[in-house]
């Protein structure tokens, strides 16, 4: 079958973004990021600031956490029913997901962060495509994107990629990202955008093997 959900995953400085998008546009599919941020936050009962934020902060997650957690109920026979005690970052990683996975049954998406590749990996209709490239590219391209001097674009990307480490572990145990946890891996120090969006169209379109 052709993949109808495209998952893809970017350092900073690796013009994922883009590559995202125009995917998106030639495939006539749905593009989500902040998208699941915000619906993940209208069901926490929380700001789209705050959800996004407990990314990095723990005493945010467990804010969401009790925004969660539902009144204790009370049975037919009158007990009250206490709800069991959940790990912050249990209750936050699984209300990304429930809201990623919900995306995914509607198809025709592509979904970019949020670790999507990883809580979907294994579904034949999921195709995981990491966007990266070198630092020195990378750097080089944000200072010119930004407007920034070398010093304080290398910074920005190093402090990005502790963060999107701190991330994966954190949430999806991932201690170190490998090629082989994505279907295609593109390297757009060589690569160009234009190029980096036909192959991942290509591979989308082909059938998938299980």
Known sequence: MARRVICISRTLGAGGDEVAQRVASALAFRYVDDEIVARAAEEAGVSKDEIAKAEHSQPLVARIVEALAAVPAVSEGGFV??????SPKIAYSHL???VIRETTE???VVIVAHGASHPLAGRADVLR???TAS????????AAQDGLGE??????????????EKYLERFYNVRHELPTQYDLTLNTDTIG???AVELIVAAAQASSRV
């Open 96 to 98: 990304i997901e429930h």
């Open 81 to 86: 029913a206490v709800p069991p005690v959940i």
């Open 135 to 142: 630092p020195d590219v990378r750097t080089k391209r944000l």
């Open 129 to 131: 495509v990491l966007v």
């Open 106 to 108: 509607t198809g025709d």
């Open 151 to 164: 010093g304080a674009a290398k910074k920005a990307l190093e402090a990005s990629d502790r963060e999107r």
């Open 193 to 195: 955008v234009g190029t």
